[in-house]
């Protein structure tokens, strides 16, 4: 791997396998998960060049179970994906075998929520 870009944006991942809400308001918070992605990553997606590894890694107080850390970031993964390979149906970009994705997580403070994107170049 060559080099490494770090990003942190304030947004809280839920564990969304047990969280039962009505429909509007998922959709919502991957709106604005969707947001804030945009405006932290939108700026330097010209900088990255594929094929690449891409690490989610949830910041929150508690830790969350493996299958529930990677369904919470599903949203986050589509996204980031589309701003990558632009010009696919939304949710189809992920699929691309130049896009590698690993997650992680890290206890944070109390209330202390984030996502941390590391993206580096695959060789």
Known sequence: MKRKMKITIPIRIHSEANLHQHWTKN?????????????????????????????????????????????SMKSCRDYIADLLIPGLAMGRADADPRLKFEYGQEKGNVREYALRIEIGELI
């Not at 919502?28 to 900088?47: E, M, T, V, W, Y």
């Not at 891409?54 to 990677?70: A, H, K, S």
């Open 27 to 71: 959709h919502a918070r991957h709106r604005k998960q969707r947001g804030a992605i945009s405006l932290f990553l939108g700026p330097h997606k010209d900088s990255i060049k594929l094929p690449c590894i891409i690490t989610m890694i949830r910041i929150g107080p508690r830790f969350i179970d493996d299958d529930n850390l990677v369904y």
